[in-house]
């Protein structure tokens, strides 16, 4: 499995920490920043392309990792230069701001985690008027408002993994609930959906019974809190699914010091290096996740491509992904990059990330 984690990486986290206003543009591929690209958008020729990534937030250590990949990608797929720019909270509208910017610049490729599906449309269709081509990566705009997305794994899949997990933590029985990132995030939404519909249809879950959705909005504290409040509001509460990185930290790291250590199951998508302490020490039994450096590496490929007018992301197309390979667009103008690994305390001292 590739993983990339570089120390550039490690730099925007602190750069991230310290910035005190919503704006923070980082150099990431040397070069100019994108200013000579001036007005022609996704006509800059060859080697003088310039690739913007908007993560939903700065300060989401999934992000980080995501955003090494990224970079790595920028660089290998032969971009003038690659930044990441964006907000420090993962509200619906907080990403407009930064993609007006870039359609200033004259940006050639932005890539975008959607904090929501339709806020950042406008914004976006500008850029496109301007010439941007535009990649959604982890969470999706409307597809109307980008060429492709690039997503981890397919949706549905993502959400049975989940499923699976929880019921066999909690003996096929009883009652569960979500914590989730914010209420607008599209890959949240469409996880969630399918968890329900599958709740709903399989019977193998008909004794599970969903009781709640809390959002913590990918903010640790109020992750933490909503975690707390769960376990208050729903004292016969089994499980918990949390198919957030940030989410699923809070929640075990609430949970491994509370009465209900070992008690109420966790489960959901988390970063193997949060989560490995709540694996040793009892708290998590299993959960699941994609490579996220994969995210970010093919996004700045398919971004190369569709700047070079390789591809227009219709479905059929195919592009090269560097050292992970051809990718082939599916319906939707999806690209999928997957798989996702289940993590435990016989593997999970084998992942760095
Ligand atoms: C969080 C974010 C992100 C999601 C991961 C699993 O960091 O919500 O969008 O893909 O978790």
Same mark, same amino acid.
């Given at each position: 499995m590739r993983f990339i984690h570089s120390g550039s990486t490690r730099r925007r986290m602190a750069v991230a920490a310290l910035a005190t206003s919503a704006a923070l543009v980082l150099s990431a591929c040397g070069g100019d920043t994108g200013s000579d690209s001036g007005g022609e958008g996704g006509s800059g020729s060859e080697g003088e392309q310039t690739i913007t990534f908007i993560p939903k937030? !700065?300060?989401n250590p999934y992000t980080d990792v995501v955003l090494g990949g990224g970079e790595d990608g920028a660089s290998e797929a032969g971009f003038a230069s690659s930044e990441v720019v964006g907000p420090l909270d993962a509200s619906a509208s907080s990403q407009v701001s930064f993609i007006n910017a870039e359609t200033q610049r004259g940006t050639n490729v932005i890539v975008i985690a959607a904090n929501d599906p339709d806020a950042v449309g406008p914004a976006l269709e500008e850029a496109r008027t301007a010439g941007a081509k535009i990649v959604a990566f982890d969470s999706d705009t409307n597809? /109307?408002?980008? /060429? !492709?997305f690039v997503s981890q794994v397919d949706a549905k899949e993502v959400a049975l993994i989940q499923l699976e997990l929880i019921s066999e933590q909690i003996g096929g029985a009883g009652e569960i609930a979500i914590l989730s990132a914010t209420a607008n995030a599209t890959n949240q939404n469409e996880w969630i959906k399918f968890m329900e519909e599958e709740l709903a249809s399989n019977p193998d879950y008909a004794e599970i019974e969903l009781v709640a959705k809390v959002y913590g909005d990918d903010d640790d504290t109020k992750s933490f809190q909503e975690a707390q409040g769960l376990l208050q509001a729903y004292p016969d509460l089994k499980g918990i699914i949390s198919p957030t990185t940030v989410g699923i930290a809070a929640t075990a790291r609430y949970l491994s010091?509370?009465?209900y250590k070992g008690e109420v199951a966790l489960t959901g998508l988390g970063l193997p290096n949060e989560m490995r302490p709540f694996v040793k020490d009892g708290t998590v039994t299993e959960f699941a996740l994609w490579d996220p450096a994969q995210l970010g590496y093919v996004a700045a490929f398919a971004g190369k491509a569709l700047a070079d007018g390789d591809i227009t992301g219709e479905a059929g197309d195919t592009f090269e992904a560097g050292e992970l390979g051809e990718r082939e667009i599916g319906d939707g103008g999806i690209v999928l990059v997957g798989p996702p690994t289940q993590f435990n305390a016989d593997n999970i001292d084998d992942y760095d990330f």
């Open positions: 937030q !700065l300060n597809p /109307d408002y980008r /060429d !492709l010091t509370s009465e």
